[in-house]
């Protein structure tokens, strides 16, 4: 048996002690997410162009992601609308500043390792760059369009009468702190996603003007920066469709 499987049978039973039916349902939905993932490569790989692709799996992602994890359907409705209204913003925000920095393909400190292989795969790598970043902001965006919808939800149950400024107040403050642990979060995954070239750069007396001008920290930069804009912008839509339940009701 291999650690990644070990790792994985552990997790599932942890899942499933911790979180019963709704663990194995979370659990599930991780399984369709990787397999959609891996579709996903394949389609991109045989010649389907790549934002369209990333587009399309992207939003089933996202319904996997958010139906799958939860059981309240007013709620989810919510938060994945508010997720597909964000995720079309950064999209067209994303493009052309993509374009703009040219941080695609590889950079130098990993052309040695792939210096062997023939790199004329048919692919263009800029629209590779922004399927990464499309892919890097989904989990981040819904998850926090959850716990905002799933939150003010409550709130509203338990006070039906609740006006839409306090409403208002009440998504900000929960926004804030999601903000605060979410951007944290993509921070230190960054950089310990890197920490080994960080420590190589250093070694190597690479000035700090070569840091910020690297490729690979522009590109993981980048990621973080859209990623925390897609949350913010999820937790503002996500409030204000929340206030319009509030108005019908």
Do not use: C, H
Not at 53 to 70: K, P, Q, R, S
Not at 193 to 218: R, W
């Amino acid at each position: 048996m291999s650690t990644i499987t070990l790792l994985t049978i552990i997790l599932f039973i942890l899942m499933w002690i911790v979180g019963g039916k709704r663990g194995l349902a979370s659990f599930s939905s991780v399984a369709l997410n990787f397999i959609l993932l891996f579709l996903t490569v394949i389609f991109i790989s045989i010649g389907i162009p790549a934002l369209w692709t990333t587009i399309f799996a992207g939003i089933a992602i996202l319904a996997v992601t958010i139906y799958m994890g939860n059981s309240d359907e007013k709620t989810t409705n919510i938060a994945f609308e508010a997720t597909l209204i964000s995720l079309a913003i950064v999209v067209v925000v994303m493009v052309p500043f993509i374009k703009l920095v040219g941080i695609q393909g590889f950079s130098p400190e990993q052309s040695e390792e792939i210096e062997a292989f023939n790199l004329l795969i048919g692919v263009n790598f800029e629209s590779i760059v922004i399927s990464t970043m499309i892919l890097s902001t989904l989990g981040a965006i819904a998850e926090a369009a959850i716990a905002i919808a799933s939150g003010l939800d409550e709130i509203i149950e338990q006070q039906p009468d609740i006006t839409l400024p306090a409403l208002y107040t009440s998504g900000r403050n929960i926004g804030l702190q999601i903000m605060g642990m979410t951007f944290n979060t993509l921070f230190f995954g960054m950089f310990g996603g890197d920490l080994a070239l960080f420590i190589l750069l250093y070694k190597l007396d690479a000035t700090f003007g070569y840091y910020l001008n690297s490729k690979i920290f522009v590109a993981e930069s980048m990621e973080v920066l859209f990623s925390s804009i897609s949350i913010i912008l999820v937790i503002w839509i996500t409030t204000y469709m929340m206030g319009k339940k509030v108005r019908r009701t």
